[in-house]
């Protein structure tokens, strides 16, 4: 299964996402989507598994959870908009993490790119940085992986441009 991993879009859509995620089976969206508009151009591409963020309105949140929890391929994954890092988790990241046991951990928010394990829990966490034009971010980011028989592989950090420069 080939995964697209993209957060805090915040409304913005450009072709550049869209080439890297041509390929994928699956893409997931770890909140602060925007806009309905960009879950429409996602779900155009492939299926779309979203959770909703803080900037995201009653209109998103009607069409997206604020929290995933499944299995892929072998592996429990859990998503959420707002986590923290392995030894820093916001207390209902934490909370949730001991809930639902995830192998991997998405989260969003912070706009920063981060690919950690966390022994504590024994999992994989991820944050996928922020592929919309408009935070306080440097480079814009997003993630692609594969899972195959409960395993992450392939896993590539993708730098789109600068913030506040639209890419094609």
Sequence with gaps: MKIGLLSDTHGHM??????YFSDRDEIWHAGDIGTEEIIFKLKAICPLRAVSGNI?????????PPLLSFSCEGIKVLIIHIGGYPGNYFPEARKLIKEYSPDLFICG????????????????????????????HKMRTLLRFDINEGKITDLEAIELGLRGKISS
């Design 56 to 64: 995201d309105g009653q209109n998103i949140r009607s069409l997206v």
């Design 109 to 136: 928010h912070s706009h920063i790119l981060k690919v950690m394990r966390d022994e504590q829990f024994q999992l994989l966490h991820m944050n996928p940085g922020a592929a919309g034009i408009h935070g306080f």
């Design 14 to 19: 450009d072709d550049a996402i869209l080439k």
